[in-house]
């Protein structure tokens, strides 16, 4: 299990992230949402490591994170949200470094890098150099670079950004089978349709703050609203969006 | 050989040969090639264009020996062509120096110890200084102690040797360190966006600095003109002319007159090495 107990990052002593406690289970798809700048990503990059909290407490399976980091990263598989690659390799050499990084067994590697290239609509433009990769196929290289090494905490940071339909869809039902064979899933993301379809349970932070931590069904009834969609848009959006609407086209003469 | 050493690269940590080998493959900054750039093709030509360079002094100083009063113009000229060089490094690497937000992003999720990772980026720059130094003082070092060194039989042709590889070395380490220190601390004293915008500018200057001392920096040819130089004088601030001394002075041929530039040599290499660590530790 992962859980975070009030941690906060603060940026020049502006809370960027707010007291924010929460468990995500194995075996289940925790959504986490919020509106553009509400802290999530930053609640990843403090998950993955990548950036220190001010205050607060993360644990893995009841461990805080830095008391062996190292290894917590060889269980953690993160595809973040803005795709950073080395651009003079290829697809397949990425995924060779990575694999070799995370020391895996080299001739298991190279057939399991194969079979998720394939996997992926990959394979023929495997050799090709990732600068010439459009965002799709670099979301995917991310996405088979977090999931190789079979993790058991898997942090998806908008993972459909620059995804095909078929790819989203694939990736879809590999998220449901990743947290059906056990796996911790931690899922950010704005497609609130598919978050309602993936996730059993969905953390909604507004403000740098959580406003809600339950399953979608509680949150259901307990708001009386029949979506996702509507539930998020009374908890963390304050803007009367059709009117926003309507005075955008106005402006533009539209 | 090839054995021995391949048995030796095998047990350094396998997350320290990956690493070393990607930083070394993106020493030089992309940016300031096309974007099909061949990277292993480019340091193999850089290292061949160096090497020409060497045989070709190497062959002018034994078809062609100096006169004695030519050898410190020689000396000072190697200095000065091997901290060009260094210089010009530094300019094409300058963005990838230190651990940049793109390695921070691609190495942070993966089990890798930060230590590693600075240390593959250091030895990727150390290689390429490695490589640089190699091949631009490989033929003409010999040529050099055979005609310079001379005088002194045998262990005289040695000594110079020595004294000359460990100022090339020097040299090119108070350069490249001098660098580091520079960017290390204005990354550390600047908010994340002007420090690029400074990076940028430093970066122009640098490459100025570097053409314009090599070009246009004058030199001290004989005793009387070394023994006239004051401390204070422009040209005594010139880390060419400490260099030259410091190669002289490790030969013993320096007057004792002289020993204070010297002596700047090692202050200046001291600073750069201790400044160049600090960056690295605290960037």
Known sequence: ?254 | MREFVRTHIARLPLEYRVLHRQFLLRVIDLEALSIEADIPRFLGQFAGVLMMISLLQALGTLMFPPPPALYWHVEQSAVSRMMLVIGLIAVLTWDNIFPDRRDAMILGPLPVKPGIILLAKISASAGLLGIAILALNFASSFSRSLVFGGAGGWLGIFRYFVSYWFTMVASAAFLYGAVLTIQGTTAYLLPRRLFLRVSAFLQLAAFGVFLVAYFLAPSVDTHAQLATLGSRSPLAASPILWFFALLNQCNGSLPAGALWLAQRAWIALACAVAGATVSLLVC
């Open chain 1, 1 to 254: 299990m992962l859980e975070l107990r009030r941690v906060s990052k603060h940026y020049s002593g502006i809370p960027a992230v707010d007291d924010v406690s929460f468990a995500a289970r194995p075996g289940e798809v925790t959504g986490y949402l919020g509106p553009n700048g509400s802290g999530k990503s930053t609640t990843m990059k403090m998950i993955t490591g990548l950036i220190e909290r001010t205050y607060g407490e993360i644990l893995f399976e009841g461990k805080p994170i830095e008391e062996d980091l190292i290894s917590y990263k060889r269980r953690m598989g993160y595809v973040p949200e803005e795709p950073y690659l080395y651009n003079h390799l290829s697809g397949a050499e990425y995924l060779t470094m990575v694999a070799q990084l995370r020391d895996l067994p080299p001739r298991e590697t190279s057939e399991r890098i194969d079979g998720l290239l394939r996997l992926l609509s990959l394979f023929d433009d495997r050799h090709a150099s990732i600068s010439g990769y459009s965002k799709g196929m670099r979301q995917k290289i991310l996405i088979a670079a977090a999931l190789m090494h079979n993790p058991d905490l898997v942090l998806l940071d908008e993972p459909f950004s620059g995804l095909d339909v078929g790819s989203a869809l694939v990736l879809r039902s590999l998220i449901q089978e990743l947290a059906r064979r056990g796996k911790v899933v931690l899922f950010s993301s704005h497609e609130l349709d598919t978050v309602e379809r993936v996730c059993s349970h969905v953390v909604i932070l507004h403000r740098a703050r959580v406003v809600a931590d339950d399953s979608i069904a509680a949150l259901r009834s307990m708001t009386e609203l029949p979506t996702l969609e509507e539930i998020f848009s009374q908890l963390a959006v304050e803007q009367d969006t059709d009117s926003i609407a309507q005075h955008f086209a106005d402006l533009i003469h539209a």
